[in-house]
C-alpha cells in the first residue's frame, strides 16, 4: 500500500477492527508492517475516522501513517508503536467504536530459567527444564552435545526422548550412551538463543525393589483459549510403575488430549479442558500406589453471547436493549452511545448490566448503542442502532406547563393546549420525579383532554421535583413538554427529637440528641427549644434555644441533688414541632464519685430500642454498666436515683457501648437508665425517655392472654449470607396475630449487641445481611395487636460458605538458597468457609498480566512451603490467595524477595567422607595383603611343594611315589591340565573363560584335526612351576570314592556350585589352589554340548559359584556304533563298586550321558573320561595302581572339545580308597 507516493509496501499484515469477533492480541513481527481497517458496518459511509491508543486520540509520526481511505500503518520500527488501537467512525446518523487490538512487537527474552545437572541412575528418567517468554511463542527444541537429539532407527520403536511444549525435555530409560551435555534452543521469527549446558551423568543402577514416587508432579496451570496445556507426570519406582490420568469430577477426559509418554498435553485448550486432573502411579502387581492432582483454568477472551438488537419505535415509547456476553475472567459491560458512555438517569437506566432502558423515548435518544464486555484479556463489542419515529398529523407538545406549591405535600400544575392539532387530544401524560439524587423513580398519571390544571399530592415537604408533560392523540405521542423543577413548601417537624440526658458534674445536666431524619424534619431545621423545670416548682418553665447544627447543650448552675424535668422541640422556618414528653434527670449529690455515662443516644424501632452510650469522665474507676428500662405513664411521678423495682436491669462488662432492648410494644412510652458501677458504689444514671414508633392500626384491644409462638419452625440456608425461615401459625390462639417477630443472633453468643430483630406479617423470611459460613439461632413470636407471646424453641441453621473476604495473612517469605524461597502465611481473618487452598502466585516480572504468573496450589492445612526450581540472584514478587470451596478470595498485596547469587563452596562433608573411604579401602587392602602373606609363609613351611619340585603325578601321604610314573607318558593327572607347548600355529585369540584357562581338551594330543587350546608362546614349557602349592588331604577308611557313576540329577536349587556338591559326596578330597597368569589362544568356534553327566558334576560353560544355571539345551545323543569294550578288572570292579555299593553286574560299567548309556568310560580326577579303561592295571612301585584308559580317543560329533570344568572356585578335588591313579 502507497501513501503520498512515497513508501510502498507489498505484504502489509491486515487487521480489520470492527464490534464482532476478531483478534484482540497482533504481534509486529519486523520488517512487515501492520494495516489496521476500520469497518463498523454502518449503513452510512462514515465521514471521519478518529484513532485511539490507550484511549487517547492518535497523531501521525514516522512509525504511524494515516491512510486517505482511513486506515493506519503501523510500522515495527520501534516499542513506542505498542498500544490498545481502536477506531471511532462517525456518520450523520451517529458514531460507532470498534473493540480494542493491542499491539506488540515481536521479541525473545534471554533464558528465565536455564537446565540443571542431572544425575540420573541406569534405566532411570531424566528431566530438563527451560523456560523463555517470547513473542510470538517461541518453538523449543534440545540438542545433545550441540547435535540434534538422535531420532529412533526403527519407526516402531518408542522415542525414549520426549520434548514437551512448555520446554521440558525427558529421556526415558537413560542409558551410558545418553551421557553428555544437553541445552535448550528457543528461536521464533526474531531470533534463536542457546541454554547453558547441562550435563547428564548415568550411574549404575540399583535392580533392588523400591518404592513408588512422583518426581515431577502435574502443576496447576491458568492457559488462554487456544494455548497448549501440558501436565507432567513423572514417576520412579522399581519395578517401574504403571502411570494413569483420570479426571476428579469423573467425567472422561476429551478425546483430543494427548498422552506422551506419561504426560498429558492438550495441544489446543478449550473450555470444557478446565478442571482438576489426577495422576496415579501404580507399583505392578500391587495395589499400592501414589497420586498428584492439578487444576487447569482456561482463561477466555470476552464474547457477545445474547447482542443487542436494532428497534424502530415511535416517540414516547420504551426501548429495551439486552446484551449477554461471558468469558473468565467474568467480563465487565458498560454502555456506550454514538461511541460516548450512556448518560444515566431517571428516564435511562439499566435493569442490571445486561439490560438497557430508555422510558419515553424522544428524537434525542436516536442513534447507535453498543454494548462493550472488557476483560484482562481483550474486549468484545456488539451494535444495536435504534430509530425512533415521528408520524405526521401528531400534537405539539403543551405549552407553559407551570408548577405551583400548593403546600409541602402538594402542588399545582397548570398549563395550555397543545398548539397544533390540540383537537386531536385524547388525553394527557404528566411526569414527575426528585430532581436531587441519583435512581430515582419516575411517577406518570394520565388527564383527559378537557382540563389545563392537575394538583399532584402525597409529595415530600421541602423536597424538589421535576415535571413534564406529553399529549396523545390516535395517530401517537407529541415531544415532551419543557420540564420544569418546584421545591415543595416546609412543614413544621412531625416529630420531636430523642433526648438522652446526664450529669457530669452536681450542677450540671448535659442534653443529647440525634437529628431528625428528612421524613421526619419536612424542612431544614433552623433552631432546637429545651424546656426544663424541676419537680418542686412545676409552674417555672425555662426554655434555651440552640442552632440547628448542634447536636446537644448543657444545662448550667442546677441544684444539686434535684430533680428536673425536660422537653426538647425542634424548629423549621414553619414553627416548632410538638415538644417530647417530659424526661425526668436527677442531678448528683456533691460528694458522689462516679460521673453518668455520657452521650446516651437511643435510636426507637416500633418494638424495640437501640442504646447506645459513652464512658463517663472517670472511665478508669468504673468495672462496668447496668442497664434498666421499663414502661411508664406521662403522669407517673418522678423516679428517685435508683430504678425502680418493676424495671428490667440487664449487667453489662466495661467494653459494651450499645444494646438493644426488644420485645417492645409500639407506641409505648420507655424510660431507659444506663449508669456505671465498681465493686464499692453505683454512679448516677443518664435517663432517655421517649416512645416506639407507631403502628398503622391503633386500635387498643382487651387484655387477652399473649398470643402461642409459632409452631414448625424450619431454617434452610438460601446463601451465603441468607437463610430462608418458615413457619406455621398456632395450632389455636385466642388472639388475632398481627405480625411476627424473628431473634436471630450467632449460635453461643453471649454479646447482647449480636441479637438482631426482624419482623414479618407473612409465615416466612428471608434474614439477609448475615455472615458467611457462620452458625445462628432463631426464633420467632407471634404478636397480637398490643402485646407479644413468647418465642418460639430456637432452631439453628448455618449459612453456605463463600469465598474469602480477606486474604492470608502475615506473608513471609525467605530465601533458603539461590534456587528455592519458603513462603509462609496465616489463614485469612475471614475466611468464609472451610479452606481447602491456598493460591500461591510468583513471577519474576512484576509487569507481567496475572495469567503470565507461575500458580501454584497448596492443600488447605499447610501454611509454610518451599518453592523449587528459582532461578538464582532474581527478585520474585508473591501473592496469595486463600480458596474454599465456593472459590478463591482476594490476594494479598504482593511481597518480593531476593535469592542470592549462587555461590561455590566446597563442600567440606562430601570431601571429609570421601577421604575417609579412600583411608578405609586402603587399609582393607593392607591387611588383605599381609592376611595373603602369612598364609603363604604358614603353608610353605608346613611342607608343601615348592614349584621346582612338581612332577607330573601326586605325592600322596606318606607312600612314596615311584620314579616310573614319571615315565608315564599317558599319565591323566594335574599336569594335564592344560597341554605341553605346541609349535603349531595359533589360532585367533580370545578372551577365555575360567574353564578354558585351567583346562584342556580331551584327548586333544591324539587328534589333531580338532582345535585345541594352544599357549600364545608367552609361558614356559613347565607350566606347573606356576601351581604355586598343593595341599593334599587324606582322610584313611573312606567309606566310598566320590568317582563313581552315582547318577544325581541337577536341579535349579543347586545353587551353591560345584564345590557344594562335590563337598557332600565324601570326605577323601585333594585341594589344589591354581593361579595362572597367562593368556589363551582363543579356540576356534565349536559345536558345544552341554552333557548332563549323572555324576552331578559341573558341565562346560557352566554357571560360577553363587550363580544360577542356565537352561540346558537339548542332549546330543551318542551313535550306537561304538567299539567293543575290554573286559574290566576285578580290581576296577573294587574300585567301582567303592563309590556306590558293589555293582550289580560283572559287565562293562555304564555312566549316563545325555539320558544314552557310555559304556567303558573311564573316570580321571573326579570326571567321565571319553576314554575306555585298559584292560588290565599297572602297578606302582609304592604300591599304588593306577588305569590307563586306551589311546584312541572318542570321535562322535556333539561331544565336547574339551572336558567339563571341574572347579569354578580354584579347588581341584580327587579322592581314591586305594591310592589309585587314572592315566590318560
Given at each position: ?51 485511539l ?26 516499542r513506542?508503536v505498542?498500544?490498545a ?10 458514531a ?14 534471554r ?8 544425575v ?13 517468554d ?56 526474531v531470533r ?59 467425567r472422561?477426559?476429551?478425546?483430543d ?9 492438550i ?16 507399583k ?5 500406589f501414589?497420586?498428584a ?8 477472551p ?14 414516547a ?48 435518544d ?34 407553559r ?6 403546600s ?41 383532554n ?6 399532584v ?23 415532551p413538554?419543557?420540564s ?15 433526648l438522652s ?16 431524619s ?19 416548682q ?8 440552640v442552632?440547628g ?9 442546677l441544684k ?27 442531678t ?12 446516651l ?19 478508669t474507676?468504673?468495672?462496668?454498666y ?13 423516679n ?24 417492645l ?10 449508669w ?14 421517649g ?22 419452625v ?10 430462608w ?130 500458580n ?51 563442600d ?13 579401602g ?7 595383603m ?11 613351611a ?9 612332577s607330573?603325578?601326586?605325592?600322596r601321604?606318606?607312600?612314596?611315589v ?9 599319565c ?6 592344560m ?36 599357549w600364545?608362546?608367552?609361558?614356559r614349557?613347565?607350566?606347573t ?13 573312606s ?5 563313581g ?82 573286559p ?9 563298586s ?9 559287565g ?11 559304556e ?12 575306555s ?52
Amino acid at each position: 500500500m502507497e501513501r503520498s507516493g512515497e513508501v510502498r509496501w507489498e505484504n502489509p499484515v491486515s487487521v480489520e477492527l470492527s464490534c464482532g469477533v476478531g483478534p484482540v492480541h497482533v504481534v509486529l513481527e519486523p520488517p512487515d508492517p501492520v494495516l489496521l481497517d476500520c469497518h463498523l458496518g454502518a449503513t452510512e459511509a462514515p465521514l471521519n475516522i478518529t484513532w485511539l491508543r490507550d484511549g487517547v486520540v492518535l497523531s501521525e509520526s514516522e512509525a504511524i501513517q494515516l491512510l486517505p481511505n482511513g486506515s493506519l500503518l503501523v510500522l515495527p520500527s520501534s516499542r513506542d508503536v505498542e498500544g490498545a488501537y481502536s477506531c471511532l467512525s462517525g456518520s450523520s446518523f451517529g458514531a460507532l467504536t470498534s473493540r480494542t487490538v493491542t499491539l506488540q512487537l515481536a521479541s525473545l527474552s534471554r533464558f528465565l530459567q536455564d537446565p540443571e545437572p542431572q544425575v540420573v541412575p541406569e534405566s532411570g528418567t531424566a528431566r530438563f527444564e527451560c523456560h523463555v517468554d517470547g513473542l510470538p511463542t517461541p518453538s523449543i527444541t534440545w540438542e545433545k552435545d550441540q547435535a540434534p537429539l538422535p531420532v529412533p532407527t526403527e519407526p516402531d520403536d518408542a522415542p525414549r526422548y520426549v520434548t514437551l511444549p512448555n520446554g521440558v525435555l525427558q529421556i526415558l530409560g537413560v542409558s551410558k550412551e545418553d551421557e553428555g551435555l544437553y541445552r535448550c534452543v528457543a528461536s521464533n521469527s526474531v531470533r534463536k538463543r542457546y541454554s547453558q549446558d547441562a550435563s547428564l551423568t548415568v550411574t549404575p543402577g540399583t535392580p533392588e525393589e523400591s518404592e513408588v514416587v512422583i518426581t515431577a508432579p502435574p502443576r496447576d496451570l491458568t492457559v488462554v483459549l487456544g494455548q497448549p496445556a501440558v501436565l507432567e507426570c513423572m514417576a520412579q519406582g522399581q519395578p517401574k510403575p504403571f502411570v494413569s490420568w483420570s479426571r476428579q469430577d469423573g467425567r472422561p477426559i476429551a478425546t483430543d488430549v494427548v498422552v506422551l509418554a506419561t504426560n498429558l498435553v492438550i495441544p489446543d485448550t478449550h473450555s470444557h479442558h478446565a478442571g482438576v486432573y489426577v495422576c496415579r502411579a501404580n507399583k505392578p502387581k500391587t495395589r499400592e500406589f501414589v497420586s498428584a492432582s492439578a487444576e487447569i483454568r482456561v482463561l477466555a477472551p470476552p464474547i457477545i453471547l445474547e447482542p443487542p438488537e436494532s428497534r424502530a419505535l415511535s416517540r414516547a415509547n420504551t426501548a429495551r436493549f439486552v446484551c449477554n456476553s461471558s468469558g473468565d475472567p467474568a467480563p465487565v459491560l458498560h454502555w456506550l452511545k454514538n461511541g460516548e458512555p450512556v448518560q444515566w438517569s431517571a428516564r435511562v437506566k439499566t435493569q442490571g448490566p445486561s439490560v438497557l432502558l430508555i422510558n419515553q423515548l424522544g428524537l434525542e435518544d436516536a442513534g447507535y448503542y453498543q454494548c462493550i464486555a472488557s476483560n484482562s484479556l481483550g474486549t468484545a463489542c456488539a451494535t444495536a442502532k435504534l430509530l425512533v419515529i415521528v408520524k405526521q398529523g401528531l400534537p405539539s407538545p403543551p405549552r407553559r406547563l407551570q408548577a405551583t406549591p400548593h403546600s409541602s405535600t402538594s402542588a399545582l400544575l397548570t398549563w395550555d393546549p397543545p398548539e397544533s392539532n390540540s383537537d386531536q387530544v385524547i388525553g394527557f401524560s404528566i411526569h414527575y420525579q426528585r430532581a436531587t439524587g441519583s435512581d430515582n423513580m419516575e411517577y406518570q398519571f394520565a388527564v383527559n383532554n378537557d382540563t389545563t390544571e392537575f394538583h399532584v399530592k402525597e409529595l415530600q415537604p421541602h423536597t424538589a421535583y421535576t415535571f413534564y408533560m406529553v399529549a396523545y392523540s390516535p395517530m401517537g405521542a407529541s415531544h415532551p413538554s419543557q420540564s420544569v423543577t418546584v421545591e415543595m413548601l416546609e412543614d413544621v417537624p412531625s416529630a420531636p427529637p430523642q433526648l438522652s440526658l446526664l450529669s457530669t458534674s452536681p450542677t450540671e445536666i448535659r442534653v443529647m440528641w440525634l437529628p431528625l431524619s428528612l421524613q421526619l424534619s419536612r424542612g431544614a431545621i433552623t433552631r432546637y427549644r429545651i424546656d426544663y423545670r424541676t419537680l418542686e416548682q412545676a409552674e417555672d418553665v425555662f426554655s434555651v434555644e440552640v442552632g440547628g447544627n448542634e447536636t446537644q447543650a448543657t444545662l448550667k448552675d442546677l441544684k444539686p441533688n434535684h430533680t428536673y424535668q425536660l422537653r426538647m422541640a425542634a424548629g423549621t422556618r414553619a414553627g416548632f414541632s410538638q415538644p417530647s414528653e417530659w424526661a425526668i434527670h436527677h442531678t448528683p449529690k456533691l460528694t458522689q464519685v462516679l460521673f453518668a455515662p455520657t452521650e446516651l443516644k437511643v435510636r426507637a424501632k416500633m418494638r424495640s430500642l437501640h442504646v447506645t452510650w459513652q464512658p463517663p469522665p472517670n472511665p478508669t474507676q468504673i468495672t462496668g454498666y447496668k442497664l434498666a428500662y421499663r414502661e411508664v405513664d406521662v403522669e407517673e411521678p418522678a423516679n428517685e436515683e435508683t430504678p425502680v423495682a418493676d424495671a428490667h436491669q440487664i449487667r453489662l462488662r466495661k467494653r459494651v457501648k450499645h444494646y438493644e432492648i426488644t420485645g417492645l410494644a409500639p407506641d409505648r412510652l420507655y424510660e431507659v437508665k444506663v449508669w456505671a458501677c465498681n465493686k464499692q458504689t453505683e454512679g448516677y444514671p443518664a435517663v432517655w425517655k421517649g416512645r416506639t414508633e407507631k403502628f398503622t392500626d391503633r386500635v387498643r384491644p382487651p387484655d387477652y392472654l399473649p398470643p402461642l409462638p409459632p409452631s414448625s419452625v424450619k431454617a434452610h440456608a438460601n446463601s451465603s449470607t441468607s437463610i430462608w425461615l418458615r413457619w406455621e401459625k398456632p395450632p389455636f390462639s385466642n388472639v388475632r396475630i398481627i405480625t411476627y417477630t424473628i431473634r436471630c443472633s450467632p449460635a453461643g453468643t453471649r454479646n447482647a449487641s449480636l441479637v438482631s430483630y426482624y419482623t414479618s406479617t407473612s409465615q416466612e423470611i428471608l434474614l439477609g445481611a448475615l455472615k458467611p459460613f457462620t452458625r445462628y439461632e432463631l426464633a420467632v413470636q407471634s404478636n397480637g395487636i398490643s402485646m407479644g407471646g413468647p418465642f418460639s424453641g430456637t432452631v439453628e441453621e448455618s449459612t453456605l460458605a463463600d469465598r474469602p473476604s480477606s486474604p492470608p495473612t502475615d506473608l513471609q517469605l525467605s530465601a533458603i538458597d539461590p534456587f528455592s524461597v519458603l513462603v509462609s502465611w496465616r489463614p485469612p481473618l475471614e475466611p468464609n468457609g472451610i479452606i481447602v487452598s491456598y493460591r500461591m502466585l510468583y513471577s519474576g516480572n512484576l509487569s507481567q498480566p496475572e495469567y503470565l504468573w507461575t500458580n501454584l496450589s497448596h492443600d488447605g492445612s499447610v501454611t509454610s512451603t518451599e518453592v523449587l526450581g528459582l532461578m538464582s540472584g532474581t527478585r520474585y514478587y508473591f501473592k496469595m490467595g486463600a480458596c474454599t470451596e465456593v472459590g478463591v478470595g482476594p490476594f494479598s498485596s504482593i511481597k518480593d524477595v531476593h535469592t542470592p547469587s549462587k555461590t561455590y563452596e566446597l563442600d567440606i562433608n562430601a570431601v571429609t567422607g570421601i577421604i575417609v573411604g579412600v583411608c578405609l579401602g586402603l587399609l582393607c587392602i593392607l591387611l588383605c595383603m599381609c592376611v595373603s602373606f602369612r598364609n603363604g609363609k604358614s603353608r610353605e613351611a608346613s611342607g608343601g611343594l615348592e614349584p621346582s619340585a612338581l612332577s607330573s603325578q601326586y605325592r600322596r601321604g606318606a607312600h612314596p611315589v615311584s620314579t616310573a610314573v614319571s615315565d608315564c607318558t599317558d599319565c591323566h593327572e594335574l599336569e594335564t591340565l592344560m597341554p605341553p607347548l605346541t609349535h603349531e600355529p595359533a589360532l585367533p585369540l580370545t578372551e577365555p573363560n575360567e574353564q578354558q584357562s585351567l583346562m584342556s581338551s580331551v584327548g586333544a594330543a591324539d587328534d589333531p584335526a580338532e582345535p585345541k587350546l594352544t599357549w600364545n608362546g608367552s609361558v614356559r614349557r613347565d607350566w606347573t612351576n606356576r601351581i604355586t602349592r598343593y595341599r593334599d588331604t587324606i582322610i584313611e577308611d573312606s567309606p566310598s570314592l566320590i568317582n563313581g557313576p552315582r547318577e544325581v540329577p541337577v536341579n535349579e536349587n543347586s545353587m551353591n556350585g560345584h564345590e557344594e556338591r562335590l563337598h557332600s559326596l565324601g570326605s577323601n578330597r585333594v585341594e589344589a589352589e591354581v593361579i595362572v597368569h597367562s593368556e589363551l589362544s582363543e579356540a576356534v568356534d565349536g559345536v558345544q554340548s552341554d552333557t548332563d553327566l549323572s555324576l552331578g558334576s559341573p558341565v562346560s560353560q557352566g554357571p560360577s559359584y553363587g550363580e544360577e544355571a542356565p537352561p540346558q539345551p537339548p542332549t546330543t545323543h551318542l551313535p550306537e556304533s561304538r567299539p567293543p569294550s575290554p573286559p574290566v578288572s576285578n580290581h576296577t570292579l573294587g574300585v567301582l563298586s567303592n563309590h556306590n555299593g558293589p555293582l550289580e553286574s560283572n559287565g562293562p560299567y555304564q555312566v549316563t550321558v545325555g539320558g544314552d548309556k557310555l559304556e567303558g568310560m573311564g573316570l580321571t580326577n573326579g570326571f567321565h573320561s571319553p576314554e575306555s579303561l585298559r584292560p588290565g592295571r599297572e602297578s606302582l612301585e609304592n604300591g599304588d595302581y593306577r588305569l590307563c584308559p586306551k589311546r584312541k580317543a572318542l570321535s562322535q560329533p556333539g561331544l565336547p572339545l574339551s572336558p567339563p570344568a571341574f572347579a569354578t572356585s580354584g579347588l581341584v578335588q580327587s579322592t581314591s580308597g586305594a591310592h589309585g591313579y587314572l592315566c590318560p
